[in-house]
């Protein structure tokens, strides 16, 4: 937990070490110091820390590494170690404190909305921060809102409830919500959307809003809201469906990235679109080999019905293109594919323009949440060639599997600017700053790079 107060100064200090300053720093304590360093093996490696008690046994100061230098990891698991009481950092470099404090609060997350015994009670330490810092809050509202919409349980979060959850940061803005739901996306062309949520008891939606200067750059922000993925009448194992609340990852990242953008009034002209269905099994769910007239024009071949999200994205990105926008950037769980290459942790972006996808990877380095890119290989494209329809949705073969499902994407982009992550939106084991359970992947990256692009 972090406290803004006028009086930072209140509970325990910390004091930073840097692993690069070590020996400077224990050439500087006296005996009983160092006896302790060396005691607990202390050698300035993030999160690692020792409590040094004062004449009365009571824990006096807390020496706490940072690793080679400050970063959101470096305190990212502190506030679920140290005892449960306040601290302060005493020695931080301003230049530092943001960037270390939001650390500390990216690690303070959980999700125990569902533990009764444990929903109202504090579970970390807090640290004691000046106002002047209080603008972490934006970045950790927002990651925190992608976290608890990924980890709500899927019976909490069908297209219904997310549209409300949608509605609430809307509110929160004022701002006006768009919403086509139902038989309504038939009328007005979204058949794919409809195709994919139409078997669910909460109907399929296309949720819609901007907001900013109508002068200003257009940026439209575009997520994967698959509810829940059953697999539909391809239909998934029982493990293969246990995470599969998390398949409208990408729409909770696009809302949260959102809200940081509009709370930290970027100069653009924002606009969001947000498809959520629930791809269920019912009599009347889509069928493998049916074929859908997209919102583009182009006619798709259904090759598995697992394969739900390229098809709720790509009415979505036709509609983008619309309003000739200078960016679009999607979200999505795409494919698992991705996470067989590139493993959990390290999302896989797909861009149609150099210079975009070189200014992203460098905004993601700066901030700690790397990402890697993947390329649109053009030669792969006739493996979405389909014999009654003019694109299969789905790839003749499962080899480079990410990669197929990006140019189905491409497709319905044309020219315009384009950026796709394909994404595991959760942390499968606990890191610093990045607790087990949902995650707003790419968000901070995507945040630094539009605030260094647009500007505020």
Same mark, same amino acid.
């Given at each position: ?18 692993? $690069? ?20 093996? &202390? ?6 820390? &020792? ?57 303070? =997350? ?12 504090? +579970? ?65 062309? &979204? ?94 769910? =889509? ?11 182009? +006619? ?17 990105? $036709? ?13 999505? +769980? ?45 030669? =792969?494209?006739?493996?979405?060639? *389909? ?9 003749? +073969?499962?080899?480079?599997? *990410?990669? $197929? ?52």
């Amino acid at each position: 937990m972090l406290i803004f107060d006028d009086n930072p100064q209140q509970g325990t200090p910390i004091e930073l070490v840097a692993s $690069t300053d070590l020996d400077d720093w224990l050439e500087s304590q006296d005996e009983i110091t160092k006896k302790w360093a060396k005691q607990h093996q &202390f050698e300035g490696k993030a999160n690692q820390f &020792f409590v040094l008690p004062d004449a009365g046994g009571i824990p006096g100061k807390v020496f706490a590494g940072i690793g080679k230098k400050a970063s959101v990891k470096s305190l990212g698991a502190l506030a679920h170690r140290l005892p449960k009481q306040s601290y302060f950092l005493s020695n931080a470099a301003d230049e530092d404190t943001y960037v270390l404090a939001l650390g500390w609060g990216m690690g303070t =997350y959980r999700y125990n909305v569902y533990r009764t015994k444990e929903k109202d009670k504090e +579970t970390t330490a807090k640290l004691y921060l000046d106002p002047t810092f209080k603008n972490i809050n934006d970045e950790l509202e927002a990651v925190n809102l992608s976290r608890d919409l990924i980890n709500t349980p899927a019976g909490d979060m069908l297209p219904h409830n997310f549209e409300l959850a949608v509605r609430k940061v809307c509110k929160q803005f004022e701002i006006d919500l768009n919403v086509t739901t139902g038989e309504e996306l038939l009328e007005a062309g &979204f058949r794919t959307i409809h195709a994919v949520g139409r078997a669910s008891v909460s109907a399929p939606r296309l949720l819609d809003f901007s907001w900013g200067n109508a002068d200003a750059s257009k940026v439209t922000l575009i997520g994967k809201g698959v509810c829940f993925d059953s697999g539909g009448l391809d239909l998934k194992t029982a493990a293969g469906m246990l995470d599969m609340k998390k398949d409208m990852g990408g729409a909770a990242i696009a809302l949260g990235l959102a809200q940081l953008i509009m709370a930290r009034q970027l100069n653009i002209r924002l606009r969001v679109l947000l498809p959520a269905v629930e791809n269920a099994v019912s009599a009347n769910a =889509y069928h493998p080999r049916d074929v859908i007239h997209t919102y583009k024009g182009t +006619t798709v071949e259904v090759g598995n019905t697992d394969a739900e999200g390229r098809l709720i994205l790509c009415d979505a990105i $036709t509609l983008a293109t619309e309003e000739d926008p200078e960016l679009i950037i999607d979200f999505a +769980t795409l494919t698992g594919a991705a996470r067989v290459a590139l493993g959990p942790d390290l999302p896989a972006m797909y861009c149609n323009r150099d210079e975009i996808a070189d200014e992203i990877l460098e905004s993601s380095q700066t901030v700690e949440e790397l990402v890697w890119r993947l390329p649109l290989f053009k030669s =792969y494209r006739s493996m979405l060639d *389909s014999k009654v329809a003019d694109l299969s949705s789905t790839s003749s +073969t499962p080899l480079g599997g *990410s990669i $197929t499902a990006a140019l189905f994407l491409e497709h319905f982009v044309n020219d315009t600017p384009w950026v796709h992550f394909d994404l595991m939106a959760s942390n499968n084991r606990m890191r610093p700053a990045h607790p087990e359970g949902g995650e707003g992947s790419v968000l901070r990256t995507l945040f630094h790079y539009l605030h260094s692009r647009f500007g505020g």
